[in-house]
């Protein structure tokens, strides 16, 4: 589904979200706080837009995704980016060996989210950093309900009208009515052994960007 939509992808996004993604990233940029020679896997990186801001703060960035669609366009726009094919429940990459880990807006796309958070805390180092960013339930009731009014009956014809495969964008509105709330997503992260979980709300809580540390071995 992904491959279908990699060439309009990120002109899609900017539109459905009224270019309030470029904000989500900024903070997410943010909460990463990359430091100059880390090493921060970018998962579901799709295009590799994502991973631009740790680039520009000098840390070494690995953008991972699992649609060779998506990282075949990313090829074209960053040639120099080290793009890389990755299953999120099966990462290539050996134990402790980022800094931070983050994925923005592609959890939800995993088939086992608890697996996936298992995954990013092996390949973080003791000590490191997940950021988590992806869409959430609104926290004001009546701006929930616009909301999903928006999800349900305006977000489709708005892809027709801008995306190469709209069906992909109904998915999308229903893969976010189905993904759990705010405090579901930190009690899994700490099930999977993140230790300082903690989130914050984005545009009324439609975002939610969840942290948590790696605790230092004994």
Known sequence: MFDHVAANYDLT????SLFQDRRWRREVARAVDARPGERVLD???????????????????????FSLGMLSEGKKRHPWLPLTAGDAMRLPFRDD???????????????????????L???????????????????????????EEYLMRALPPV????????????????SIRSWPGQPELAGMLQKAG??????RNLSGGIVAMHRGRKALEA
């Open 159 to 174: 892809a027709r009208a801008v995306s190469s495969n709209p069906d992909a964008y109904v998915y999308l509105a229903e």
């Open 43 to 65: 998962l579901a990186a799709g295009t590799g837009t994502s991973s631009l801001p740790f680039v520009e703060d000098g840390a070494y960035v690995v953008p991972c995704d």
């Open 194 to 199: 993140w230790s300082k979980v903690a989130w």
């Open 121 to 147: 805390y092996r390949v973080t180092r003791p000590g490191g950093r997940v950021v988590i960013c992806e869409f959430s339930h609104a926290t004001w009731a009546p701006f929930r309900k616009v909301y």
């Open 13 to 16: 996004n900017d539109v459905l």
């Open 97 to 119: 060996v980022f800094d931070a880990v983050t994925i923005s807006f592609g959890l939800r796309n995993v088939q086992d989210t608890d697996e996936a958070l298992r995954e």
